[in-house]
């Protein structure tokens, strides 16, 4: 099993383990961290017209424990470029790839992260502008499809109405910054806001859905520089939501870790 264990890096002994199948050399300023459960043909696809898009960026995913048959070594690496396959063998669920994949990241020198979702509803040409707001200087780079010029398409009504009247003015308080799409996994990071050890983003108590809720909140708090950009988010006409969040008690877990974050609940101590 694999740890990341630098001194360097705050809380190192909290990160999940996790079995790193292959990596390939760094090759690129930032990585792009996708996060995926189960995704089946839905990551295939991404990634394949990820890699014919010549984005240049590494590409990193972190599978919480797929059975499907979607994350063969051989495919992913030969087939689809992907420069590392990390497999989750601790506990916990979306928030803990996280912490399992930034902290790869760091670890290996990149200078910043690019979040996306492995379920193909976002467009992954839009990578390259959270590389240029990473450039730009900034820490933290939320992409919204209601920013002007975003997109979305056939979002649920129920999603919709809680992420534009709930969700979004929530964290907005928290932070003391106005936000419109908060609950989209699409985002950047620099390595200053996730090394700073004022944000120690690698507690366990990041276990579930809390750490992108707790990131939007404490990197204005603490002035770091935050801004939206547009981006597409497109649900499927018909079929299954490509979503891990379907049942209630899992969606009032997820409103009560929101007004934690929104709270400071989650700040260190």
Known sequence: MARV?????????????????????RSSRYCVVIPILNEGERIIGQLLAMKNAHLGLDTVVVDGGSTDGSTSPHRLRD?????ALLVKTGPGRLSAQLRIGMAWCLERGYAGIVTIDGNGKDDFRRIPDFAAKLDAGFDYIQGSRYAH???????????????????????????????????NGFRG?????????????????????????????????????V????????????????TKITHWNLKLHI????IVAACGGYNPR
Request: aromatic letters at 10%; glycine letters at 6%; hydrophobic letters at 35%.
């Open 5 to 25: 264990t630098a001194l360097t890096l705050p809380d190192a002994d909290q990160i999940p383990s996790f079995a790193c199948a292959f990596a390939t050399e």
């Open 79 to 83: 087939e689809l470029g992907v420069g």
């Open 149 to 183: 010029g975003g997109v979305g398409e056939n979002t649920p009504i129920d999603r919709e109405l809680a992420v534009r009247f709930i969700h979004a003015p929530l964290i907005s308080l928290g932070a003391g910054l106005r936000y419109t799409d908060t609950t």
């Open 189 to 225: 990071f620099s390595h200053r806001l996730l090394l700073d050890p004022r944000v120690r983003p690698f507690r366990k108590v990041f276990d579930t859905y809390n750490l992108h809720y707790y990131l939007s909140v404490r990197a204005p708090r603490l002035n770091f520089r």
């Open 227 to 242: 801004c939206e950009i547009p981006v597409s988010r497109r649900y499927p006409r018909s079929g299954p939501l490509p």
């Open 255 to 258: 409103l009560k870790q929101t």
